[in-house]
């Protein structure tokens, strides 16, 4: 898998190994730092364990993806993560423990990565916010994203009715392109006219 380690001033962008169990018990299983998330917050190491095979070891075997763990260069444990998915939409997703918050680390690190893919081959990402979560959208705003359009989706396994924003960058030239898989999928979409 396509996940090089990158460094920052203050971070190290590495895989997450089976070592890391307590750390994404630490991220995954803070209750108020899921409540944008589609899953339910991990209670144990047991769950963590699992956690870790079946949503990094299994996509670090594939031939294409970015699942980073996000680590202060003090001691280079997780903190927080980035994924930019393998599916046509190249969708990038990121979370970080409270105690990290409003210091610009995953903009920092969002920023890191962004300037790995403009190496490959991807032609652009999306990202996705709940519209009650706008500090996510800053970060989207922060690393050159544009804002295209809003959807509803019952989000699963929590299957709550969820509002989002999707914002784009593309790295291919063609700004104005804009991935509709979203768009097409929802019922309920429309364009905002501030945001």
Request: aromatic content about 14%.
């Amino acid at each position: 898998m396509n996940t090089p380690t990158l460094e920052t001033e203050r971070l190290i962008l590495r895989k997450f190994n089976p070592s890391d169990t307590e750390a994404l018990l630490n991220i995954y299983g803070d209750e108020y730092v899921n409540t944008y998330l589609p899953w339910y917050p991990l209670k144990s190491l047991k769950e963590a364990s699992a956690f870790f095979e079946e949503r990094y070891a299994e996509a670090y075997r594939l031939p294409f993806g970015y699942r980073y763990a996000v680590c202060l260069q003090s001691d280079n444990i997780p903190v927080g993560y980035v994924h930019v998915g393998s599916g046509d939409s190249y969708d990038l997703g990121y979370g970080l423990k409270q105690e990290c918050w409003y210091k610009g680390i995953i903009t920092e690190a969002c920023k890191a990565i962004v300037e790995q893919l403009k190496k490959s081959d991807i032609p652009h990402i999306t990202a996705t916010h709940d519209v009650k979560n706008p500090r996510s959208g800053n970060v989207m705003k922060n690393i050159g994203m544009t804002y295209r359009y809003s959807f509803e989706e019952q989000w699963q396994p929590k299957d709550i009715l969820v509002t989002f924003r999707m914002y784009q960058l593309n790295f291919d030239g063609h700004n104005s392109r804009t991935y509709m898989g979203y768009w097409d999928n929802s019922d309920n979409r429309f364009i905002e006219e501030s945001v």
